[in-house]
């Protein structure tokens, strides 16, 4: 599968950064983009409604000018998350605001996106859909997604359950657009295995969290380092829909991770209000499995340089490892 043209030659690893709640910022974005891989924000993430477009203002300046300065540099577009459900009384005002900067990418969740596709198509934007599932992943197809963002398990924040081993294998059958894979990656080599196995692009918010760029607090930084996979809960409690947090932040705000209740999916609230759930995001900090292989709090420049070192150093594996098969007797 060939990329949208608008990816093509504009990136220096096959990255979208995942928009992550509250942390996804303007400084994030654009450290992202410059560093060549997608950043992107939930429109949510800029409170009140009317600093989105403050925000759409300056990344889209400074980005351009990055650019105009620095015409040999691989620039990544950036992309805008939006929250597709009877809640977010925002969406029609965040999409027009998408619409009126032309943001190259818009990522959605839950819903499938039909009142969205049609006025980012207008002006020849990209929707791609996020997915937990077949079910999920052809209703969006049917609404004309640009592509899929397959949120399998281990994944940071909201997750699915299902292996993309799994995932990827089912959807690869019926669909020959762009997937993107998300589930545990946060190392050069993982990006790899993700194109591998049928996916075009890695789906990465995790990792990012640990940048000085990230709206992030020190300690929920700083947990990350010191975590592993074995302290990633699962539980729909603080949203009403399936995510995965770090246990040591959910006994921090004085609860038991291995006994919480279940959440109800009636509780999610986004947009204007926000989520109903006052502790969610703010004290319970969500994180996919990959924790573990988080070493240290960096930039975000450093952060891509090392994928980078670790792709290159993955695929020169893989080279002399596939080596001896597949050769005519």
Same mark, same amino acid.
């Given at each position: ?27 994030? *974005? ?6 060549? *891989? ?9 409170? #009140? ?21 620095? #015409? ?11 929250? &597709?459900h009877s809640s977010n009384d925002r969406l029609q005002h965040d999409v027009e605001m998408c619409v009126k900067y032309k943001v190259p990418i818009i990522i959605t ?6 009142? *969205? &596709? ?12 996020? +997915? ?12 004309? +997604?640009?592509?899929?963002?397959? &949120? ?15 995932? *990827? ?41 640990a940048t000085h760029e990230a709206n992030a607090d020190a300690a929920y930084k700083q947990m990350l380092v010191d975590t592993s996979a074995d302290d990633i809960v699962y539980s729909n409690l603080f949203t009403g829909v399936h995510g995965n ?15 919480? #209740? ?34 240290? +709090? ?30 005519? #007797?």
């Open positions: 599968m060939s990329l949208p043209a608008v990816l093509q030659n504009s990136l220096k690893l096959p990255v979208i950064c995942s928009p992550l709640f509250i942390i996804s910022n303007p400084d994030l *974005v654009i450290a992202q983009c410059k560093a060549g *891989v997608v950043g992107s924000f939930p429109a949510l993430n800029a409170r #009140p409604a009317e600093e989105l477009e403050v925000w759409l203002k300056r990344i889209t300046s400074e980005l351009a000018e990055y650019q105009a300065a620095n #015409p040999d540099a691989v620039v990544a577009p950036f992309a805008v998350n939006q929250i &597709v969740s839950l819903r499938a996106p039909d009142e *969205v &596709v049609g006025p980012i198509h207008s002006y020849g934007g990209l929707v791609f859909h996020d +997915v937990i599932n077949v079910k999920h992943a052809k209703k969006a197809i049917e609404a004309g +997604v640009d592509g899929l963002i397959l &949120v399998c398990a281990g994944a940071g924040g909201h997750a699915g359950q299902l292996s993309p081993f799994a995932l *990827v294998s089912e959807i690869r059958a019926f669909y020959d657009g762009p997937i993107i894979l998300s589930g545990a990656i946060s190392k050069g080599e993982q990006i790899l295995a993700a194109q591998a196995m049928g996916a075009d692009l890695a789906y990465m918010g995790t990792r990012f969290i947090y770090l246990k040591p932040s959910i006994q921090n705000a004085g609860m038991d991770p291995n006994n919480l #209740p279940e959440g109800e999916k009636s509780s999610m609230k986004f947009g204007s209000g926000g989520s109903n759930k006052s502790k969610a995001w703010r004290d319970i900090w969500g994180a996919g499995q990959g924790v573990g292989s988080i070493a240290g +709090v960096t930039t975000t420049a450093e952060a891509v340089s090392q994928l980078e070192q670790e792709y290159a150093s993955a695929r020169a594996r893989m080279q002399q490892i596939a080596s001896p098969y597949g050769k005519q #007797p």
